[in-house]
């Protein structure tokens, strides 16, 4: 079995994640943390039992990262080392720490933390996490968060053909499979839509399918939806009917358009919450469940009894069934969203002031933003 390998770093830090032990090691200058931190990426994507051998020489397999390794403190607050401009929210220390005690990688907590640095609302990166702890919002190994929301059914929700592509599309993905490797076809008898393999276009008794009844291509047929292309299937929301959701996509609006007064439970922006939330809205409702990134929370209001938040972007990833207090949580696609959040990064790292003018805030944003950029996932 491969191993999974994941590297972190922080100026001459660098921390090695092996499964779910995490390591440290600290070189003397940042050409050889850079210079070892590439040798891990390398490994990372052929992690061979040679490779890791090799990997375990150079690091002191003695010494498991601890708190101290990742943490400085000023005045009673804790920060990430080389990450300074705010401190790590007490919550989300707490979990950290339990997280290491019990052996497990906290690699996903400190993305979440990096991304929640790129939030410009001082309350949002304060209490984000809180409000999370206390509903059980899943964090992905990325640093987004799962969260969930009602739409409305439109007339082209439930479209045949419209609906099996996303539908097979996510399928596929969660099994570890390429779409692109599928082509959608029609069987000519019973009419049903299915996704074979396109070396083999046969049917289930091994004849061959006729052209009249080959779609096309899944993963083309994806992205024509995508790019409106082609009609897809399609939500709106409860209260203008005018947002146009549909899975695999993101649904964005200006951040300078959404209210980000935590004490205005109800108001201007992009509403995500917990399963029992979106519950409430019941008839005729479906359940969405997102990827969201912490760099686009715009408000956590202080009244938790809503159950949700206000965000400027979400990620639609997948429906949920919520039937009989069962929550049947789809797979996550952080590598999908990852090319939305690249587009957003690029455009932060351009209007940022010039490097030579950084100031400790800027210089740390800049760092997370080179980091994300060419981090893989």
């Not at 400085?72 to 707490?94: H, M, N, V």
Request: proline fraction near 5%; aromatic fraction near 10%.
């Amino acid at each position: 079995m491969l191993n999974k390998v994941t590297a972190l770093r922080h100026n001459k830090l660098v921390h090695v994640i092996i499964d779910e032990n995490m390591y440290a090691k600290e070189f003397e200058s940042n050409a050889d943390a850079t210079g070892f931190y590439k040798r891990v990426e390398s490994i990372s994507s052929n992690p061979t039992e040679v490779n890791i051998c090799s990997l375990m020489t150079d690091l002191d397999m003695g010494l498991q990262l601890s708190m101290e390794d990742l943490l400085t403190r000023k005045k009673g607050k804790f920060y990430l080392k080389g990450y300074e401009s705010a401190a790590i929210p007490d919550d989300l220390l707490a979990r950290m720490k339990t997280e290491l005690d019990s052996g497990k990688s906290i690699s996903p907590l400190i993305n979440f933390f990096k991304l929640l640095l790129l939030n410009p609302d001082t309350h949002v990166r304060r209490d984000l996490f809180k409000f999370m702890k206390h509903y059980d919002f899943p964090i992905t190994d990325n640093g987004y968060f799962i969260g969930y929301r009602a739409c409305k059914q439109t007339n082209k929700t439930y479209s045949a053909v419209t609906n099996f592509v996303p539908k097979e599309y996510l399928m596929l993905k969660a099994e570890g499979l390429n779409p692109a490797d599928y082509t959608a076809v029609k069987d000519p008898d019973g009419g049903e839509l299915k996704a074979v393999l396109t070396e083999v276009i046969t049917d289930d008794s091994g004849n061959f399918i006729a052209p009249e009844n080959v779609l096309g291509n899944l993963q083309q047929m994806f992205e024509d939806q995508n790019n409106g292309l082609v009609e897809a299937p399609e939500f709106t929301d409860f209260f203008s009917g005018k947002t146009k959701v549909r899975l695999g996509g993101t649904v964005s609006m200006p951040r300078n358009e959404c209210d980000n007064n935590p004490n205005n439970a109800c108001s201007r922006g992009l509403h995500i919450g917990t399963p029992q939330y979106v519950k409430n809205y019941g008839g005729n409702s479906a359940y969405i469940a997102c990827l969201v990134n912490p760099m686009n929370v715009v408000a956590v209001p202080t009244d938790y009894s809503y159950m949700k938040m206000r965000v400027c972007e979400y990620y639609a990833y997948g429906m949920l069934d919520l039937s009989n207090d069962v929550e049947i949580r789809t797979p996550y696609f952080e590598i999908d969203y990852k090319t939305w959040e690249e587009r957003e990064l690029n455009e932060m790292l351009e209007e940022l002031s010039p490097a030579k003018e950084d100031t400790e805030v800027t210089a740390g944003i800049r760092q997370i933003i080179s980091e994300r950029l060419h981090m893989s996932v």
